[in-house]
C-alpha cells in the first residue's frame, strides 16, 4: 500500500510513504512530521493500493498516533525452528446502516475471535479496488446491495498467530474502513458457507452496545454510526 498525503484536494503530493511490512501509516507519517486530517481516495494504480489523505504538519499541540502492539498470541506455542511466514493483508470493511439498524458479522470457529462480532468486509483480491472488494464482501458476508458513503479510517494491526489452515504467520492487516447505507435491507444470509462468517444480521441501533464486538469494530461504531445516513 502507499500513502500519498496532500494539503488539499487536488494538491500535489505533499508526503509519500510506501507502507512496509508491520508499519503502522500513522506512526509512519507522525514520523516524517505530519498527521492525517481525512481520508480522501482510494484506488489502484500499478498493481498497488494507493490511499490518497490530507494531512497537515504536526505541531506541539498534537496528537501522537495511539499504536496498539499485539505481540505473539497469548495461546500460541511455536515449534522448534519453526518461523513465521510474512503476510500483509489489506482489506475493507464499512460501517453500514439502514433503517433496521446497524450491519454486523459474527466470525466463525475459522477466525482467530470466534463469536465475536465485526464489520463486514474482508481483504482485497489481486488487483481489486478497494470499494470494489467491499461490495463483494459485503454480497458474501450478508446477501446486502450497499451504497458507500466515504472513507473515514485506515487501521493497521500486527502480531504473529496462526492462520485457520495452521501456518505460522507473521501478520501485518490494514484495514481501509468506509461508511455505507442500504436503502432496501432484507434478512442477511451468508452466502460464502463455511468462511470467516459464521452468522449476519441487522442489528438494532439501540442494541448493538450489547453484542460483543471485536475492539476495533466497536471504535469504529463508537466514532462513526451516528453519522451514517439511514438512506
Known amino acids: 500500500m502507499r500513502i500519498v498525503g496532500v494539503s488539499s484536494p487536488g494538491a500535489g503530493e505533499l508526503v509519500g510513504l510506501t507502507v512496509q511490512h508491520g508499519q503502522n501509516p500513522h506512526q509512519e507519517l507522525w514520523?516524517?512530521?505530519?498527521?492525517?486530517?481525512?481520508?480522501?481516495?482510494?484506488?489502484?494504480?500499478?498493481?498497488?493500493?494507493?490511499?490518497?489523505?490530507?494531512?497537515?504538519?504536526?505541531?506541539?499541540?498534537?496528537?501522537?498516533?495511539?499504536?496498539?502492539?499485539?505481540?505473539?498470541?497469548?495461546?500460541?506455542?511455536?515449534?522448534?525452528?519453526?518461523?513465521?511466514?510474512?503476510?500483509?493483508?489489506?482489506?475493507?470493511?464499512?460501517?453500514?446502516?439502514?433503517?433496521?439498524?446497524?450491519?454486523?458479522?459474527?466470525?466463525?470457529?475459522?477466525?482467530?475471535?470466534?463469536?465475536?462480532?465485526?464489520?463486514?468486509?474482508?481483504?482485497?483480491?489481486?488487483?481489486?479496488?478497494?470499494?470494489?472488494?467491499?461490495?463483494?464482501?459485503?454480497?458474501?458476508?450478508?446477501?446486502?446491495?450497499?451504497?458507500?458513503?466515504?472513507?473515514?479510517?485506515?487501521?493497521?494491526?500486527h502480531w504473529i498467530g496462526r492462520a485457520p489452515n495452521g501456518v505460522l504467520e507473521d501478520f501485518h492487516a490494514l484495514r481501509i474502513i468506509y461508511t455505507a447505507t442500504c436503502g432496501e435491507p432484507t434478512t442477511p444470509t451468508v452466502i460464502d458457507i463455511d468462511g470467516t462468517t459464521a452468522r449476519a444480521a441487522w442489528i438494532p441501533i439501540r442494541q448493538w452496545r450489547g453484542l460483543p464486538w471485536t475492539s476495533g469494530s466497536r471504535s469504529l461504531l463508537d466514532k462513526h454510526l451516528i453519522h451514517v445516513p439511514l438512506q
Not at 506541539?60 to 502492539?69: F, L, V
Not at 510474512?86 to 446502516?97: G, S
Not at 446491495?145 to 487501521?155: P, S, Y
Request: with cysteine; net charge neutral.
Open 31 to 157: 514520523r516524517r512530521g505530519f498527521v492525517i486530517n481525512n481520508l480522501l481516495s482510494a484506488r489502484m494504480a500499478d498493481d498497488e493500493v494507493v490511499l490518497t489523505v490530507q494531512v497537515s504538519r504536526r505541531t506541539h499541540s498534537s496528537r501522537p498516533p495511539r499504536i496498539k502492539h499485539r505481540g505473539a498470541d497469548p495461546s500460541l506455542t511455536i515449534e522448534p525452528g519453526e518461523v513465521p511466514v510474512l503476510n500483509q493483508r489489506i482489506a475493507a470493511y464499512a460501517v453500514i446502516r439502514s433503517p433496521r439498524g446497524v450491519l454486523g458479522c459474527e466470525c466463525s470457529d475459522k477466525t482467530a475471535v470466534p463469536g465475536l462480532w465485526q464489520l463486514p468486509g474482508g481483504g482485497l483480491m489481486p488487483g481489486e479496488w478497494p470499494h470494489e472488494g467491499l461490495m463483494r464482501e459485503v454480497a458474501e458476508e450478508t446477501g446486502q446491495e450497499v451504497r458507500i458513503n466515504r472513507l473515514i479510517d485506515l487501521q493497521s494491526d
